[in-house]
């Protein structure tokens, strides 16, 4: 029964997030923002919906486990599992921004997250040190945005849903955030002590999969059409506010102690994947990731997945 419970609140915090970015997307729209800013804005950010409200309630419960393991388990999906099959569907074009700005500020502060952990937790005042490489790349949105406005074609879409029914659906997609997440933790704990595994173990294969999915058949379907230039710097800005908000809040919350050694073999997992990224744009097809590198994600992913249980 809880697995099922696990199930659907998993789906229904998916959807829920789904909701919210098109409902304040067509609302942004009919207040006359352009499409591009709403991609570099409410779309990026709001893709990890899912994984801000599981870490904000884990953290009000002092689920330490549940918080790292949602935040490492998504960011290694996203780089992995998301980029890694998409590139062996199809070879993946890398923005040339993402290759001087994204995956450099990526990997910084992966490398903070990794030194600040060393000592056995993440504290109030780490959490304000991620904040400050936070702070940073929304100053390079709001770059994109400046520069995303100016080239804007200034082309206005017709919303036909009203400000009232758009903004219902953004309330009722709050409110289901809220309740499948409380609903999801409880039933993940339950999970957990059910089948024996750690609940760090079931958050960051369940959950963070689970959270990454819609981005990966997005990114699939993308490859499939050649058209998959953005997916690469799309979950490397997923990665940053993962770590540099979600993490830092989570921590500012509730102090995050480290319980494994194994999460720092995670954390270096990341940063392995994200080399993966920079240098594949220095082989014979520069500016992209091929099949290669593509298994070479996915092989990162399976050794996280058998360093879970394994260990």
């Known amino acids: 029964m809880e697995f099922i419970l696990?199930?659907?609140s998993l789906t229904l915090l998916v959807?829920?997030?789904?909701?919210?970015?098109?409902?304040?997307?067509?609302?942004?729209?009919k207040l006359g923002v352009s499409k591009n800013i709403i991609g570099l804005t409410l779309v990026a950010f709001g893709t990890s919906f899912p994984e801000l409200v599981v870490n904000t309630l884990s953290s009000l419960k002092g689920e330490n486990s549940i918080t790292l393991g949602n935040i490492i388990g998504s960011n290694l999906a996203n780089l992995s599992l998301v980029i890694g099959a998409s590139a062996i569907i199809s070879p993946i074009i890398i923005h040339r921004r993402a290759i001087w700005r994204e995956i450099p500020l990526a990997t910084v502060i992966t490398l903070a997250n990794l030194f600040l952990i060393m000592d056995g937790s993440l504290?109030?005042?780490?959490?304000?040190?991620?904040?400050?490489?936070?702070i940073l790349f929304l100053f390079y949105t709001l770059?994109?945005?400046?520069?995303?406005?100016?080239?804007?074609?200034?082309?206005?879409?017709?919303?036909?849903d009203s400000y009232k029914k758009l903004n219902l659906y953004m309330i009722l997609s709050l409110v289901g955030l809220y309740l499948s997440g409380?609903?999801?933790?409880d039933s993940l704990i339950a999970v957990s002590q059910n089948l024996g595994v750690s609940p760090y173990a079931l958050s960051?294969?369940?959950?963070?999969?689970?959270?990454?999915?819609?981005?990966?058949?997005?990114s699939v379907l993308a490859a499939v059409k050649k058209e998959s230039e953005l997916v690469v710097g799309n979950m490397l800005g997923s990665n940053i506010f993962n770590i540099g908000f979600?993490?830092?809040?989570s921590s500012i919350i509730h102090p995050i102690k480290v319980f494994s050694e194994n999460i720092i073999l995670h954390i270096i997992l990341i940063l392995i994947a994200t080399a993966i990224l920079f240098i594949g744009n220095f082989t014979l097809k520069r500016r992209v990731i091929d099949r290669e590198e593509g298994l070479l994600l996915l092989l990162v992913y399976v050794?996280?997945?058998?360093?879970?249980?394994?260990s």
């Not at 406005?149 to 036909?160: A, F, G, L, P, T």
């Not at 979600?246 to 809040?249: E, G, H, K, Q, R």
């Open 246 to 249: 979600i993490l830092a809040t």
């Open 15 to 29: 959807k829920s997030a789904d909701i919210l970015i098109n409902s304040a997307s067509k609302l942004a729209m």
């Open 182 to 185: 409380k609903y999801l933790i």
């Open 204 to 218: 960051a294969i369940l959950i963070a999969a689970g959270t990454s999915l819609p981005e990966l058949v997005v």
């Open 143 to 160: 770059e994109q945005i400046v520069l995303e406005k100016n080239d804007d074609s200034k082309k206005v879409m017709e919303i036909r």
């Open 123 to 134: 504290t109030f005042w780490d959490g304000l040190v991620l904040y400050l490489f936070f």
């Open 303 to 310: 050794v996280f997945f058998m360093s879970l249980f394994c």
């Open 6 to 8: 696990l199930v659907v």
